[in-house]
């Protein structure tokens, strides 16, 4: 089975074909991502007006590129995959028009793809996971302990109360004066940082419901800030690497708190599962990593290019789809909020 992905839901525009591969796996057989990074820098942040024209400028070009480095032909496809949400709207709306119209025309399945559940089900194309399993969501806009008991079948566990934490990792990149979007630079700075140096809170550590909560942290920070300001060099490392610190400590926490939750819901997990933008951070998968052999799981976070938003995830999740007969109409519906 060859599926097309198609991913226009923020600021990537990306195409990918995805082959069912061995072992449940499957295989990527080719995966472009073009970011707009450039276009909204000077805005410090997405702006959804610039997002969308910028998906129209590009979204074909960039589906025959992935066509032609997959060696493969629209005809030859069994299905095309996008995500249809959640996002900003104008963006949604460029993807699933693109795929819908390639649907009609070749009279090929079409799966109206939600975006969480595309990260949600990585760890399946890379590595082949069984269910169950714990997810850990990070992304800029989510946050989550979600029980994965299926394709579709998903249990919020825990959610962040207040910001995401990729949007806190942004907020505090603003603050400090660091390039958008701000996370990898804040994980760049914290390697050259004393974690120690400031004594930041973590929120919500030690509760019994696994949820989270950035914004007392990320006043915290501020508030440090301000105390030293003018900033040198070497103060924006240990603030960068403080915050850090306190991120992961939080969420493996809140992990820990997630598996006894998960336990009581759906048995023991195959994994623990980590996706999402923020699994990029390497602090936070080393924490992940040793807080999973410590209580004999197994930890699966997706490589690098499969972290941030990309085609492959979505046409991932289209191929389980189309596997179970979960096919979408062009009746299907744009959603800026979609939650999983
Ligand atoms: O999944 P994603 O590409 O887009 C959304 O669906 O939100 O996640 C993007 C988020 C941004 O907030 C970005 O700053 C954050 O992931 N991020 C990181 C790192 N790389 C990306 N946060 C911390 N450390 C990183 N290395
Ligand atoms: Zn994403």
């Not at 819901?265 to 390497?282: E, L, S, Y």
Request: hydrophobic letters at 45%.
């Amino acid at each position: 089975m060859r599926i097309l992905g198609i991913e226009t839901t923020c600021d990537e525009t990306a195409a990918s074909v995805v082959s069912s591969g061995f072992d449940g796996r499957g295989e990527i057989l080719s995966n472009e991502v073009l970011s707009q990074i450039a276009e909204h820098a000077r805005y410090g942040g997405v702006v959804p007006e610039i997002a969308a024209r910028a998906h129209v400028e590009v979204t074909d070009r960039l589906i025959a590129r992935a066509l032609k480095n997959a060696n493969c032909t629209v005809k030859e496809l069994d299905g095309i995959a996008v995500a249809a949400g959640p996002g900003l709207i104008g963006g949604v709306l460029v993807g699933l028009t693109t795929a819908k119209a390639i649907s009609l025309v070749t009279r090929k399945p079409l799966m109206a793809v939600n975006h969480l559940e595309a990260h949600a089900l990585t760890a399946r194309l890379t590595d082949g996971i069984g269910f169950p399993y714990l997810l850990l969501l990070v992304s800029g806009g989510h946050t989550q302990l979600v029980a994965v008991r299926g394709v579709g079948d998903y249990v919020r566990i825990g959610t962040t109360i207040d910001d995401a934490i990729g949007e806190a990792f942004d907020k505090v990149a603003k603050l400090l004066g660091l390039p958008y979007p701000g996370g990898p630079h804040v994980e760049i700075e914290a390697q050259k940082g004393n974690p120690e140096r400031f004594n930041l809170p973590r929120p919500l550590m030690g509760r019994p419901e696994p949820n989270f909560s950035l914004s007392g942290l990320k006043t915290a920070l501020r508030l440090e800030a301000e105390k030293i300001a003018p900033l040198t060099q070497s103060d924006v490392a240990d603030l960068c690497a403080s915050f850090q610190a306190a991120v992961v400590d939080m969420v493996i926490d809140r992990t820990r708190v997630g598996l006894r939750a998960f336990r009581e819901i759906a048995g023991d997990p195959k994994a623990i599962v980590v996706a999402g933008g923020v699994a990029a951070n390497q602090a936070m998968r080393e924490a992940l990593q040793r807080m999973a052999v410590e209580t004999g799981l197994r930890m699966v976070a997706p490589p690098l290019a499969l972290c941030g938003d990309n085609g492959a995830m979505i046409a991932w999740a289209g191929l389980e789809r189309l596997r179970l007969g979960l096919v979408d109409d062009i009746s299907a519906p744009a959603r800026a909020r979609w939650p999983l």
